[in-house]
């Protein structure tokens, strides 16, 4: 096993608590980004989006991006990007927090790395299944990546 993520609360794009109870018994997929990076995360908005998109018949799947950079990355600039990068709503949430949150859950949930201020973080992707396992990294500039992530999630959807 990968490992998990124990649930967690932030705030949404929307300035409204974020419970990650909500997203229990949904697959997600999940990334870390920040809004004024001018290096991989525009690429990595437009993969996240293609598989949204992609996914788009699959009522069970959500997906996550999570700011690195939470002095800056407050709702409003999260809502704006969020349209800027047509999320749908209640499905692709934004979302920032306190610096320690974020770093608990980038480093002890996602085993990914350290939230320390400098904005260096992971290019990949997570894909978590209905009970909170990670079930799978996927690297953004790896091959095909948006359809190996579009497959393993329709797999997750038929298991249930």
Known sequence: MLGSVAPFELTAQT?????????DGKIWVADFFFTSCNGPCPR????????????????DVRFVSVTVDPERDNPEV????????????????????????L????????????????????TRFVL????????GYYGSFDDDMVTKVVADARRLVAES
């Open 128 to 135: 978590v299944d209905r009970t909170g396992r990670i079930r």
């Open 78 to 101: 999260l809502a704006a990007y969020a349209k800027r990068q047509g999320a749908r709503d209640g499905v692709w949430h934004f979302l920032t927090g306190e610096k320690e949150k």
């Open 44 to 59: 990595m908005s437009a993969q996240m989006r293609q598989i949204q998109d992609r996914l788009r018949d699959a009522p």
């Open 103 to 122: 770093n608990d859950l980038y480093r002890y949930q996602f085993k990914l790395g350290y939230v320390d201020g400098s904005l260096e973080h992971s």
């Open 15 to 23: 300035g409204q608590p974020f419970d990650s109870r909500v997203l």
